[in-house]
């Protein structure tokens, strides 16, 4: 895929040499506003940070994570997509990693997506053997609401049809993030409520502010 631009903001393939940079901007934009790092109290970027950075640069290694600069500004970072193929074999081994993880924030976190995952079951319901996993969508501050990541994301549609992927799918921690991929044509498949995601004395475990109230699994059929 080659670059496209749009009001002075580049959208391209990210780059392996890009990931120093990708992790600062995660750090001051990302974990500061998803809902359930926010709302965790922990400082969950520091947390498992090896086996985040791990996961991350694999998917920067497939070509198929995308990064928004804005050109007026010495393509300074604007916002992120980071996204990757998964298969039916990789969910049962993220839910056996998930079993031994530790118990914090980051862990939970990963416990929950893979939870959706399993429950969910897309490879059975659209009778596909891979799909394109949009893992993070990221936009600074200073652009939310001007479509930009509405604009990440339908780049990224392109880019998995381009790439023979059969559908994506994304597990949407926040209110506004289903909302946009439900514009965007994706379809809610499952839902999990926050309040019935509890440990084993039976604490809620994620109490994020309204609206962020589930986790919802939004997937398209290219």
Request: charged share 25%; net charge negative.
């Amino acid at each position: 895929m080659s670059s496209n631009t749009k009001e002075g903001i580049r959208i391209r393939i990210m780059r392996l040499e890009d990931y120093e940079k990708v992790k600062s901007f995660m750090k001051e934009e990302y974990f500061t506003a998803e809902p359930l790092c926010q709302s965790s109290g922990e400082p969950v970027h520091l947390q498992n940070e090896k086996e985040n950075d791990a996961i991350n640069l694999s998917m920067i290694a497939q070509g198929t994570c995308l990064l928004a600069l804005d050109e007026s500004d010495d393509d300074q970072i604007v916002g992120f997509v980071l996204a990757g193929a998964e298969t039916s074999d990789d969910v049962e081994r993220s839910r056996l990693v998930a079993e031994s993880l530790e118990n914090n924030a980051w862990g939970h976190i990963y416990a929950i997506i893979i939870k959706a995952e399993c429950e969910a079951n897309i490879f059975k319901r659209y009778g596909i053997s891979k799909v394109l996993y949009s893992h993070i969508t990221s936009v600074a501050i200073s652009m939310r609401g001007k479509g930009l990541g509405s604009r990440l994301a339908s780049t990224l549609m392109n880019l998995g049809r381009s790439k023979g992927f059969p559908a994506m799918v994304a597990y949407c921690t926040s209110f506004y993030s289903a909302r946009q991929k439900e514009a965007l044509g994706m379809e809610c498949i499952h839902s999990m409520d926050y309040a019935d995601y509890k440990d084993n004395r039976g604490r809620v475990i994620f109490a994020p502010a309204a609206p962020n109230t589930s986790l919802r699994v939004m997937a398209i059929k290219f």
